[in-house]
């Protein structure tokens, strides 16, 4: 496997532990934070943080990867 | 004639001619008319995908399950997330194939993949059936906005017979265009509205969200985690649901379809990272049907609880604003649906089956025939069988998930045969199936699909192991 996919296979594995995995470790209601219920605000913070690590495994494959075929022409 | 009914009128004409405008230039060939010409870059790839996925089901669905069920609800705003993870990885590739074997539709990537034009009519089968309810789904869902926002000016059968002429008309003349076009109002409007009536509402109400969660959890303890308001959907129901939404999403037929519009791979890992944001409009229909809970409890049908708080809450000239918001948003994945169902009955099954001889020009003429009857087959079906559309809807999420492994394993692992993918693709359905109609769903506090999809990954690896691999022409 190259380099850069593995990097971003790892990257992309962190919302399925945190979105899906973790969920029984998070089960609960509080303590309430910026007004939302603990468990609220666990999963739309690990939603909102998602974009930012598929961003990063975007550029260690640009980084560590061959450019892409099939781009534009 | 009310004002918010003008306003609904005039934004959703508007609109259409928009998506009418959107092919005039354009010589509509398979090519054009379904994928795009595949020269759609990152923004308007943001907005066709959201618009395909923003659907009424999550406009009244999500506040609907807030108000009724309280923390399950949640699964929504996370599969959602699981989904544009997995797409970083799988589209690209599914991206590549399409451009280097002209593919259009689902069915094609099979077909080419596995040599087989028999699996190729299985996967258009099970996605044409999958399709019909969902397009049901969004008729149901707009003539219900529409006949509330319009504070019943317009019967509910009415709206949607109209909406059903106007979508038809742009997807015939403009195909996938005409789709991402109006796609562009719908979520500019839809995202306005939702915002406004997400902070709005609660604030209102209560003074801050905050306060209103509060409250929530004063009145209606432990409502706020798993399993909330319901008996049976506990954390392990809510992990097995958002793997197996997150996993089947990309495999609907139209979603899957819709990524060969890209111009590029890269166009779609760009869009990959920027999706998760789609879903914080999601939170804000959440606060809705929560506040509702705690201002209007008792109604019979949660999924009203959205639209009758914003009547409660708001004048009615804004119910015009939501309203046409809400029709445009039954109306985008209605059309794109509609768009993949005829190209899929045209392309691969009446060409593969009736007639392999039959040329271009003739598949899309019988594609744009399409978009008309399977409409009517679903407007029939919306006026005469309501109450079995819940269940035909799940059943069409489990069923399009079983298609995932087929697809990855077609991508990354050679020794994948179509032996082994037609006998995971028929046990996966026939488990979902019997599981149903059993009434075992959940089954073991996990979602029937999942275990289908388990079944279904099982027997592709075991069978495709024990035959003889033919990859013809794929690399």
Same mark, same amino acid.
């Given at each position: ?6 990097? &971003? ?46 961003? &990063? &495994? ?16 | ?27 509509? %060939?398979?090519?054009?008319?379904t994928v ?16 395909e ?38 589209? *690209?590739?599914v991206?590549?194939?399409g451009?280097?074997?002209?593919l259009h539709t689902q069915p094609d990537f ?17 996605g ?41 008309? =742009? ?5 996938i265009?005409?789709?991402?076009? +109006?796609?562009? +109002? ?11 009536? !997400? ?41 097995? @649901? ?8 990309y495999?609907w037929p139209h979603v899957f379809g819709s990524a060969f519009s ?13 999706? *998760? ?23 019979? %049908?949660?999924?009203?609880? =959205? ?5 409660? @809450? ?14 445009? @948003? ?6 794109v649906l +509609?768009l993949f169902a005829?190209t899929l009955?045209?392309? %691969? ?22 978009? =008309? ?22 059943? !069409?999420?489990?069923? +399009? ?37 059993? !009434?075992?769903? *959940? ?12 079944? %279904? ?19």
């Amino acid at each position: 496997m190259k380099k850069g996919t593995k990097y &971003a296979l790892m990257l992309g594995a962190v919302p399925f532990l945190t979105l899906v995995l973790a969920l029984p470790l998070v089960n609960r209601e509080r303590p309430i934070i910026l007004g939302l219920p603990f468990l609220l605000f666990w999963i739309l913070g690990w939603v909102v943080l998602t974009p930012v690590f598929l961003y &990063a &495994a975007y550029r260690l494959e640009k980084k560590y990867n061959p450019p892409d075929e099939g781009g534009e022409p | 004639m009310n004002a918010a009914l003008i306003i609904i009128a005039a934004v959703v004409l508007g609109s259409v001619a928009l998506g009418i405008r959107a092919g005039r230039r354009v010589p509509m %060939n398979l090519e054009n008319w379904t994928v795009g010409g595949r020269r759609f870059g990152v923004v308007i790839m943001w907005l066709l995908m959201a618009g395909e996925i923003y659907t009424t089901f999550t406009f009244l669905g999500a506040s609907g399950w807030a108000y009724t069920k309280g923390a399950p609800a949640f699964y929504i705003i996370i599969y959602g997330t699981l989904a544009y993870t997995l797409s970083f990885f799988i589209l *690209p590739a599914v991206w590549r194939a399409g451009k280097r074997h002209g593919l259009h539709t689902q069915p094609d990537f099979f077909i080419k993949r596995y040599g087989s034009r028999a699996l190729g009519v299985l996967v258009a089968l099970i996605g044409v059936l999958s399709i019909v309810p969902y397009l049901q789904l969004q008729l149901t869902g707009l003539g219900f906005i529409v006949e509330v926002a319009s504070n019943r000016a317009v019967s509910s059968a009415a709206a949607i017979v109209i909406a059903f002429v106007l979508t038809c008309l =742009f997807v015939f003349t403009s195909g996938i265009r005409g789709a991402a076009w +109006v796609a562009v +109002v719908k979520d500019i409007l839809m995202i306005a509205a939702v915002a406004v009536v !997400g902070i709005g509402v609660p604030v209102m109400c209560f003074g801050s969200v905050g306060n209103m969660f509060k409250t929530l959890m004063e009145r209606m303890p432990g409502y706020l985690a798993f399993p909330g308001g319901t008996p049976n959907l506990g954390v392990t129901w809510v992990m097995s @649901t958002c793997l197996l939404t997150g996993l089947g999403f990309y495999m609907w037929p139209h979603v899957f379809g819709s990524a060969f519009s890209a111009r590029s791979a890269e166009t779609i890992k760009r869009n990959a990272v920027i999706m *998760p944001f789609y879903q914080i409009p999601i939170l804000l229909v959440f606060f809705v049907g929560f506040t509702a809970l705690l201002v209007a409890p008792g109604l019979k %049908n949660g999924d009203t609880a =959205f639209l009758s708080l914003v009547q409660k @809450t708001y004048p009615p000239w804004f119910m015009g604003f939501v309203g046409a918001a809400g029709a445009l @948003t039954a109306m985008v994945p209605a059309s794109v649906l +509609v768009l993949f169902a005829s190209t899929l009955i045209a392309k %691969n099954i009446y060409r593969t089956v009736f007639a392999p001889g039959a040329g271009e020009d003739r598949v899309i003429r019988l594609a744009r025939i399409m978009v =008309f009857v399977i409409m009517i087959l679903a407007l029939t079906s919306t006026f005469f069988f309501r109450k079995e559309l819940v269940y035909l809807l799940i059943f !069409g999420y489990d069923g +399009v998930s079983q298609f995932f492994p087929g697809v990855v394993l077609g991508l990354f692992w050679r020794r994948a045969t179509k032996q082994g993918v037609a006998a995971g693709l028929l046990t996966g359905v026939g488990v979902v199936i019997g599981l149903i109609v059993a !009434g075992r769903d *959940p089954f073991l506090g996990l979602n029937a699909g999942f275990v289908g999809l388990a079944a %279904n990954a099982a027997v592709t690896v075991l069978v495709s192991l024990s035959t003889k691999s033919a990859s013809g022409g794929w690399e």
